[in-house]
């Protein structure tokens, strides 16, 4: 059932409210995170692929045939609920006020000159201390 004008301009006036109020929630909203068909085609011929090379290594006693027909289902199956490559981390853009999207600023990656322990060992003290031990 479609929605009314009025449902469409609230949705609308929500839907901005939102993008001004948490613009990366937003953008992580706006995200298709669905999987092409044709990745579910490809997967289901190599597993059927997979499936032939099994029966026939097993019915030819040539376990090695059946062992790669099994690794070519595996990957397939794993291939089809794979999540894609995204081409970068991170939100797609900044929401202005007035509701336009930019891109982001680049950041420099910021090096950090102390070890991994010695952060652990100072949460560690910070906890104690909090605690009052």
Do not use: C
């Amino acid at each position: 059932m479609p929605l009314s004008e009025y449902e469409q301009r609230v949705l609308e006036q929500m839907e901005r409210q939102l993008a001004s109020d948490d613009p990366r929630l937003a953008n992580t909203m706006a995200k298709r995170s669905r999987r092409p068909v044709s990745r579910y085609a490809v997967a289901s011929v190599g597993v059927l692929v997979g499936l032939l090379l099994l029966v026939v290594g097993a019915a030819s006693s040539l376990p090695w045939l059946g062992i790669v027909g099994f690794v070519v289902m595996f990957a397939s199956v794993a291939f089809a609920v794979a999540m894609p490559h995204r081409s970068a981390p991170g939100p797609n853009g900044v929401v202005d006020e007035d509701g336009s999207v930019r891109s982001p600023a680049k950041k420099k990656p910021v090096k950090r000159s102390r070890s991994f322990m010695s952060r652990i060992e100072e949460r560690w003290d910070r906890r104690r201390d909090q605690n009052g031990r």
